[in-house]
């Protein structure tokens, strides 16, 4: 009889259990003749089959709990003991062991009756062979089978929980895995945005303006006068360099830029995070102007920021993120029709996980002069909105 994986405690108690339902059978055989009752040829061999019956049952891997070859081995077990019952009163004691066995093979609608039937029958066999009947007669396999409800549907409460148990340590193990690798990536992110930005608002920026004194120099400057040839070098080594820096910055920016403008990678977001459940939208609105890397950056990691919040905490159905390109300023908005939250409370996009909370957001908008909005209540969704104001001169992404 195989069962399910239980811990090791639960091998010894089948081997009791084995013990147990032989040592009764052999005390049945034994006191049939030592006690003169009748029929004890009969008895011993009756005790036999059982004994041989429940010995091939417990070895047969087709006898699992809940299965019919189960359910049919308890029934030739259950008419075997009914036989020994009439022929020995010795029999009752085998009751125990039965009603563990019914108990762990059968569903518990049909194994609480089966074990309430057993005990009917053991106070029967008292009556059926003119024994003295005393409280004990009842009491006794009554308490015996309320013992062993008690016993195997506790254990089996307790393997539930410990299963319940390893189900999360392992959701845990994975999960602390999964933080730890989100978190490396991270990582690795902020750092190549930091190198951007620091790229472009040092090196990118003093080298463009070195190129436009060297240009106005140049200007200046007589056609055959003796310098003029240095000041055009160096004007070309300047732009050289200018554009090698701005090959750096385009690198060092995020994956979804990399590859298409800011309105492409906003489409992906917003594809990439709709589910059956949630429909995301995006909408352009305006005339689209090439900006800056670190706007782009800002705008994008803000939606991305809203979204996560969006899904991990609104349960919302529904979500839009509009880019808006107006005269002077560039606005994202990223509304959703969640549970929303009330103003006075702790901000619920501030993760102490170290993600792109609202103060995170916060934070990247006033570094380059904007401001970030939220509007919320309970049940009303929420509305983040994040407004830049465009650079004075625009005539590329790495414009100064």
Known sequence: METRVHPPVAAALRLCLHGLMLGLLALAAVKAYGDGGPHPGAVTA????????????????????????????????????????????????VAFPLYFLQLHLLPTRWGLPAVAVTAVAAIASFLLHGQAVTPGTFIGPLLGAAVAVATVLGYEALFRESERRRELIDELVATRAELAEAERTAGTLAERERLAREIHDTLAQGLSSIQLLLRAAERTLPEDAPAA?????????????????????????????????????????????STPGLTVQFAVSGTPVALPTPYEVALLRTAQSALANTVRHAGA?????????????????????????AQEAPEAGASASGGFGLPAMRSRAASLGGTLSVESAPGQGTAVALTLPLPVDRTGRDAA
């Open 317 to 341: 159905g529904r979500a839009e993120i509009t880019l808006s390109f107006m005269d002077t300023s560039v606005a994202l908005d990223v509304v959703d029709d969640g549970r929303g939250f």
């Open 229 to 273: 040839a240095h000041v055009h070098r160096a004007r070309e080594a300047a732009q050289d360099n200018l554009a090698e820096a701005r090959r750096f910055v385009r690198a060092l920016t995020p994956p979804d830029l990399e590859n298409g403008s800011l309105t492409a990678a906003l489409e992906r977001l917003s594809a990439r995070t």
């Open 46 to 93: 009756v005790a036999a089959v059982l004994a041989a019956v429940y010995v091939a049952g417990a070895a047969a891997k087709s006898v699992q709990p809940g299965t019919r070859a189960g359910a049919a081995w308890l029934a030739v077990l259950g008419l075997l003991w009914a036989a020994l019952l009439v022929l020995s009163p010795d029999a009752l004691w």
